[in-house]
């Protein structure tokens, strides 16, 4: 019981999120799951490629080169949603029907299963956001900033997510962006 009480906000949001992602799973199936996962690592891919020369191209625009961490953090968001965003939209249209044919039991917990899979790179992925975000210079919210490194700093999944989850977090730890390679 005590360990429910040492819970942050930010652990319980996680915990939702990944409990979805297992519903959805269940209720999609594998092969859409297995999409699900590959859109999410290319995503993660794309966005670490991209962040820094869409960063300097945004801020360019009349922000100032003070402006650019910011627009990095801002284009890493950008880049991860709109490729994983466009994946997920491009697979569902090419493949309306996924689910194995004859097979709905053994789809649900297949699907259920790559779901939990899906849903952990999901909270990996939205986890390393907020900490690159708590990693980034901002100094017209700096509160915000140091709010958003505490609650990571604070949450009782996240060392969960780092060791318990191990490889998938190895997977994606070399797409990490730069503030954040080498941290925990």
Sequence with gaps: MDAVLRLQPLDYVLALLWAGTVGIGVRTGVVRQVIFVVALYLAAIAASQLYKPAGIGLSNFGFGRGAIPMAQWFSYVFVFLAIFGAVTILSKRMYPHTALAGRRRTDALLGGIAGALAGLLLVIQIVTVIR??????????????????????????????????????????????????GVG
């Design 132 to 181: 690159f975000y708590g990693a980034t210079p901002n100094v017209d919210n700096e509160g915000g900033r140091l709010s958003a490194a505490q609650q990571v700093q604070r949450s009782q999944l996240v060392p969960v997510l780092q060791f318990g989850s191990a490889p998938l977090w190895g997977l994606l730890a070399p797409w990490f962006p730069d503030p954040l390679r």
